[in-house]
């Protein structure tokens, strides 16, 4: 699901993951370079990232809680809290930096 307003995306749980792995997308060196940028300037506390209230998923309407999608990337996401549902909310632009920031990595393993 995409939020035309926002430019946000819901993705039911592994979807993510399958996007980041499928690398349909090819990104400019200028893109990684202010990715990474952002990334290293950012200083993000959870609880202080914004003042908007938790948010119910779209699809099962259990809580959302803001989590890291991960360490390397430092960017937070709204994951779902229901085991069975654990779909995850981006926020506009989210997607692409997870991916980019992933990649990157991947490339500079090798």
């Known amino acids: ?11 039911k749980y592994g ?3 399958k996007i980041i792995s499928r690398k349909d997308k090819t990104f400019s060196d ?9 990334r290293n300037l950012q200083k993000v506390n959870i ?3 914004d003042g908007f209230p938790n ?6 309407n259990t809580r959302m809680v803001m989590v890291f999608h991960s360490m390397l990337t430092g960017i937070i996401i709204d994951r779902c809290l229901n085991k069975n ?15 980019i920031l992933v990649e990157d990595t991947e490339k500079n393993k090798k």
């Open 85 to 99: 549902c654990r779909a995850v909310w981006c926020d506009g632009e989210e997607l692409e930096k997870i991916q």
């Open 1 to 11: 699901m995409h939020c035309s307003f926002c430019q946000g995306n819901l993705l």
């Open 15 to 17: 979807i993510l993951e």
């Open 47 to 49: 609880s202080e990232s």
């Open 55 to 60: 948010i119910r998923c779209p699809i099962c």
């Open 30 to 38: 200028d893109e990684i370079k202010n990715v990474k940028t952002w």
